[in-house]
């Protein structure tokens, strides 16, 4: 009784297991893989290669029992088929599917963003939210911004052309300001909702077509109504940029875009294009309710370009409020900024413009060059100079005082002509005669121009302008010092020019000799002797290559001048005299090329030298390019039995053109008179006419094995740098008659036996300059004597034939420079002439024994009567 | 005698369709003559007949001087676009254009065997270019002038050039010598008579000096033509007993050459009032006489050849 009592009395939960059974076998318990999951009808509910499938249709096949079936078009007259045969996602569906659970409930109910004031209502129950309990009034009111944003609504109203009062809103207005804005509404669900809904299933379709879309986007629009406005809303647009107030920068959507929206190119922009069929607009993010971007492939066409010239104006600003038509006006201007800048208002009161005062107008031929007026001529007199404070010499400070200024000898003639004038001394008039060296026509000229001036700046011009020209004695180096780096020298040298200008240039060596030792003052005098000779004032050189202009520059056509007589020529002279012949002729050596005579069938004149020419030709780059000699003139006649009679012919100075003199001989001679040159010259004038010739270059830098052969036109060339003691190959010249012997079986050996002879008088001639030199007592010739020890003189004008021969090198030089354009060959030029003169000057001194045979010089101009004495003699 | 020998009478004019007529040349035999024209072309003609046989295209400027080698087989020419250029006759190809002249090229002419191209510039040069070799570079420059090279000739040894610094020079290549002639004047032509003895020489004062090759004599003097301004050819007859020079009125002026007088003058009708006769060229054996004007050359002959040709 108890036992069922108690079994009674127990309450018992759950339902109980199983009494074992004996002999039962124990089942083992499903595992978890095998557990299935069933519906409520008892059908599977996962199936599948992984058990997550779903379960559809007829135990796990479609539709039926016999699977799925197709479904047939069926169209009749009294019920007409629907075009759309819907293959909707439902018909897939099973109940389960459709039901609460399912993935397509059936349950009407609000999205879950409509949801969201709902559902937060609830949430806000539940924590019980701030300070009003139990409700958030805000939350009515205020709907997240997101909704707003991104709802169709906006769009819908926008579209169905709310307007008015009925709470639309103005047309202009930018849908930006719009999202912004705070909206009530109250929706209300109509029926027509679920039909029109289409629901979309995972991922959404395309919308098919506009008409959907539209009315999918329109389904509030019907049942909305909205309150109109009562207030203007306020917008606040934070402002979030540094510019000022109401500055707005250029738009980019506009400025890129162009204001309408995208439109296919070429067409003309139609207001709204409807979409067309078929697949358009972004692929993924958007929603249903998100609005779409703004274009983001941009669709050009060809109406956003401006095609007309002068059409009607666009505006181009897009947006930017900068100041506009900024070249117009000022006014213009001004009012568009008032009418961008809507707080502001414009000023009544005007200010007054800036005075702008132009810059003076520059006369045309202005150059904004300073040129100091030291031109000379009217301009010069014009110019006064500032009084600056001078140091004023003993000379000027006894002008000042009215002293009778006392000249230094000059030895010109104008010094004593100045002092006879000036023995009355007037104050206005000293200032004048103090000229030291200018004419007395100058002195007139330079009367009235000093009219203005202080008597003190004065004196010291005449000095300075003095021209070479006036003072042709002088060779004073005004401004021109050539030593000085040792200023002693170079007063030693001012004393020589003084001394030499008085003609007394002998005496220098005994003046010197108080600071110097004899040698060296010997030295120092040949030194000076050279410079003063090169160092010539420049504009004194340079006028002696040029001629004064006969006609001004302006004047166009001028008649070429007649040429001046003085200038023409002796064999120009003859022949205006119609004495042509020997007169006019001129013979030179020409050595025609060793091809040329090959190509002409004509024995080659100068088989040897041909070669060295050519060789020289060759060398096109190389440094004796620029040291090559000219070709030497030479004799009519170079048979070499003449050349002893030509030789004979040297020592007196003879013109060689007429006479048959020989031209090797006279090369001799002139290579003879320049190693004292060539020693002591290479510092104080490297470019110097008389150069040594190129074999001394040759002999110098040049490998020697082409001066060992030697032949008799060469023989002296090579000679040449004897002063070096090189035994071995050129014997010293002293000893030259002991050498003659072993030297001219090497001549001969090399040369034809005719010319042997010629060798041999070419070693002998080599002795006879250093005789005649020694013999001759010129202050030039005396310094011979010490010619390897230092500088040395110009070479001695031993013969009329050398000073021709230079003749012919500066001639050659002038042409060549037409081609190389060098300086130092130019100056070389007026170099040879002023050592022709000096040579010339010293023949007439020297020539005691003037030769018969002696005819006019080359330069020199013979006067008619010298000619006409020509002439008769060639007669006889 | 003298007028049978003489070319005295117009046969033919051509018109040579080239521009001005810069230079007109027998060539060796005197069956053809050359002329250059400013077109920058040389043209080969028969003058005789007129005919147009081959026009030779390369010069870059026109075309100054010209001159066709012993055998007819080759010519050169040489133009102010600074080229000496060597022909071949046939093919009418430039064999080798020569370029080295810094200036101008006055006058061109081939050395006896044709082996050697002389040319003359305003440069003051006169080179020598090898015909035989291909070198571009010239045997030798002579480079004594100092002046425009005007004229040029050349015998089997020597080479004549005149000058406009008044010089005729004679590079003698035998003697290898040079003798330089002065003439005072600027020499415009140089000839040589067919004796090879004297060189006549035409210069800017309105004279042809007649000068003894050897000794530099003046042997005559021609005047009465008018040169002052113009670059104009004279030449000898080929018997070497009359002086042609063109002249700046439009003659061509004809002196005998021993008494020096003015035997005829022939005149030339040309468009302007005073054409220049600017350049003539003998026959090498006939009295036959080609002389060009503006854009014509014209052929004289002597009054017995043409009543042969005639009969």
Same mark, same amino acid.
């Given at each position: 009784m108890d036992e069922e009592e108690d079994e009674d009395t127990f309450v018992t939960i759950g339902t109980p297991l199983e009494p074992y059974e004996e002999d039962e076998v124990i089942k083992k318990p499903t595992r978890v893989q095998d557990q299935t999951a069933h519906d409520s009808k008892g059908r599977r509910r996962f199936h599948g290669a992984f058990t997550g499938g779903f379960s559809a249709g007829f135990f796990n096949t479609v539709g039926s029992e016999q699977g799925w079936v197709p479904s047939t078009f069926v169209s009749s007259r009294s019920k007409k088929s629907d075009t759309s045969v819907s293959q909707r996602p439902e018909n897939y569906m099973d109940d389960e599917d459709l039901g609460e659970h399912g993935i397509a409930p059936r349950k009407v109910a609000p999205t879950e963003d409509f949801a969201s004031a709902l559902k937060k209502r609830h949430i806000g129950e539940i924590v !019980? +939210? !701030? /300070? /009003? #309990? !139990? =409700? $958030?009034?805000l939350g009515d009111i205020i709907v997240p911004a997101k909704y707003v944003q991104m709802s169709s609504w906006c769009s819908t109203a926008e579209k169905t052309g709310m307007e008015g009062g009925s709470g639309g809103r103005a047309e202009g207005e930018e849908k930006g300001k719009t999202e912004t804005e705070t909206v009530c509404y109250c929706p209300t669900f109509s029926p027509l909702e679920e039909e029109s809904a289409q629901k979309v299933y995972g991922c959404s379709l395309p919308p098919e077509n506009v008409d959907e879309e539209e009315s999918e986007e329109d389904e509030y629009a019907e049942g909305i109504t909205f309150a109109p406005k009562d207030v203007n809303p306020i917008c606040f647009t934070p402002k979030d940029n540094l510019h000022g107030i109401g500055y707005h920068g250029i738009d980019p959507k506009t400025a890129l875009f162009g204001s309408s929206g995208h439109v296919s190119l070429f067409e003309p922009a139609t207001v709204s294009s409807g979409r067309k069929k078929g697949i358009t607009g972004q692929a993924f993010g958007i929603g249903a309710f998100e609005e779409e971007d703004d274009d983001i492939y941009t669709v050009d066409r060809l109406s956003n370009y401006d095609r007309e010239l002068g059409g009607p104006e666009k505006d181009r600003l897009h947006g930017w409020t900068a100041p506009k038509h900024k070249g117009d006006s000022m006014q213009l201007a001004i009012g568009n900024m008032s009418a961008v800048l809507k707080n502001f208002k414009l000023s009544s009161i005007k200010c007054q413009p800036k005075k702008i005062y132009p810059a003076p107008q520059l006369p045309r031929d202005f150059r904004p060059y300073h040129t100091p007026s030291t031109a000379p001529g009217a301009t010069r007199a014009a110019y006064i100079p500032p009084p600056v404070r001078q140091t004023l010499d003993a000379n000027v400070r006894g002008l000042m005082l009215g002293e009778v200024p006392r000249m230094r000898p000059t030895g010109s003639v104008f010094d004593v002509l100045a002092t006879q004038k000036m023995e009355p001394p007037k104050l206005p008039q000293t200032q004048i005669s103090f000229t030291l060296g200018s004419s007395p026509a100058q002195v007139k000229t330079e009367t009235p121009n000093i009219t203005g001036q202080s008597p003190v700046s004065r004196p010291h011009q005449p000095l300075d302008t003095a021209s070479p020209a006036n003072t042709p004695s002088s060779s004073t180096s005004a401004g021109f010092q050539p030593f000085a780096r040792t200023p002693e020298k170079q007063a030693r040298y001012d004393t020589f020019l003084e001394l030499r200008k008085q003609g007394k240039a002998d005496t220098y060596e005994e003046y010197a000799r108080k600071s110097l030792t004899e040698w060296e003052s010997r030295q120092e005098a040949a030194e000076f002797v050279r410079a003063a000779q090169l160092y010539r004032p420049l504009s004194g050189s340079m006028a002696t290559r040029f001629t004064k202009a006969r006609f001004d520059d302006t004047v166009s056509s001028a008649e070429l001048p007649e040429p001046d007589k003085g200038e023409v020529s002796a064999q120009q002279k003859a022949a205006e005299m119609k004495l042509f012949g020997k007169l006019t002729r001129e013979t030179t050596k020409w050595r025609p090329d060793k091809l040329l005579c090959k190509r002409l069938n004509v024995p080659n004149p100068y088989p040897d030298e041909a070669a060295e020419v050519r060789k020289t030709k060759r060398e096109k780059f190389s440094i004796f390019n620029f040291l090559s000699s000219p070709p030497q003139p030479e004799s009519t006649t170079p048979e070499p039995g003449q050349e002893t009679v030509a030789r004979a012919a040297i020592e007196p100075p003879s013109n060689n053109r007429t006479e048959t003199t020989n031209t090797a001989s006279v090369k001799t001679e002139s290579v003879q008179a320049d190693p004292a040159v060539s020693a002591g010259e290479s510092k104080t004038q490297p470019s110097d006419g008389t150069r040594p010739p190129m074999d001394l270059f040759k002999a110098i830098f040049g490998d020697s094995s082409n001066s060992d052969s030697s032949d008799s036109e060469m023989e002296p060339d090579i000679a040449l740098p004897t002063p070096v003691p090189t035994d071995a190959v050129v014997p010293p010249l002293p000893d030259a008659v002991g050498v003659a012997e072993p030297l001219a079986p090497t001549a001969a050996s090399m040369t034809e036996t005719s010319n042997g002879t010629i060798a041999i008088e070419a070693v002998a001639q080599r002795l006879e300059p250093s005789v005649d030199s020694t013999g001759v007592t010129t202050p030039d010739n005396d310094e011979k004597a010490s010619l390897p020890f230092g500088p040395a003189l110009p070479p #001695?004008? =031993?013969t009329q034939g050398t000073a021709q021969s230079r003749v012919k090198t500066s001639r050659k030089h002038t042409h060549k420079d037409k081609k190389h354009k060098h300086k130092s060959h130019k100056k070389k030029k007026s170099r040879h002439k002023k050592h022709k003169k000096q040579q010339k000057k010293h023949r007439t001194k020297l020539d005691?024994? $003037?030769? $018969?045979? =002696?005819? @006019? &010089? +080359? @330069? &020199?101009? #013979?006067?008619d009567t010298q000619l006409l004495k020509q002439i008769a003699e060639f007669a006889s | 005698m003298t007028d049978n020998n003489l070319a005295n009478t117009l046969i033919s004019k051509v018109e040579c369709k080239q521009g001005a007529v810069r230079a007109v040349r027998f060539n060796a035999d005197g069956n053809y003559c050359l002329t250059c024209g400013s077109n920058k072309s040389v043209r080969l003609w028969n003058p005789y007949t007129g005919a147009l046989i081959k026009e030779y295209c390369g010069h870059g400027y026109e075309v100054l001087d010209a001159d066709a080698s012993f055998d007819s087989a080759n010519l050169c020419s040489g133009g102010m676009d600074k080229c000496v250029i060597y022909w071949d006759v046939a093919q009418g190809k430039v064999l080798r254009k020569l370029r080295g002249h810094a200036a101008q090229v006055n006058c061109v002419c081939f050395s006896e065997e044709a082996t050697v191209i002389f040319s003359g510039s305003v440069d003051t040069t006169v080179r020598a270019w090898d015909a035989r070799s291909h070198s571009q570079q010239p045997i030798q420059v002579l480079e004594e002038s100092k002046d425009n090279v005007t004229s040029l000739l050349t015998t089997d040894h020597e080479v004549i050039t005149g000058c406009l610094d008044g010089r005729v020079r004679r590079y003698d290549l035998r003697m290898g010598q040079l003798n330089t002639d002065c003439v005072g004047n600027p020499v415009t032509c140089v000839n040589l008579t067919r004796d090879g003895q004297c060189i006549l020489a035409s210069s800017l004062d309105g004279r042809l000096r007649l000068l003894d090759k050897d000794t530099g004599e003046m042997l005559n003097d021609y005047s009465g033509h008018v040169n002052s301004k113009y670059n104009l050819d004279a030449c000898i007859s080929s018997s070497d007993t009359h002086i042609f020079s063109g002249s700046e009125d439009g003659f061509i002026y004809v002196w005998n050459l021993i008494d020096g007088k003015i035997v005829t003058k022939l005149h030339h009708d040309t468009t302007r009032a005073q054409g220049v006769v600017h350049s003539l060229s003998h026959h090498p054996t006939k009295p036959c006489l080609l002389t060009a004007c503006e854009n014509k050359i014209f052929l004289w002959k002597s009054q017995s050849a043409t009543e042969e040709t005639n009969g």
């Open positions: !019980g +939210d !701030g /300070i /009003i #309990p !139990g =409700a $958030s009034p #001695p004008p =031993a005691t024994d $003037s030769d $018969s045979d =002696a005819e @006019d &010089s +080359d @330069d &020199s101009v #013979p006067t | -």
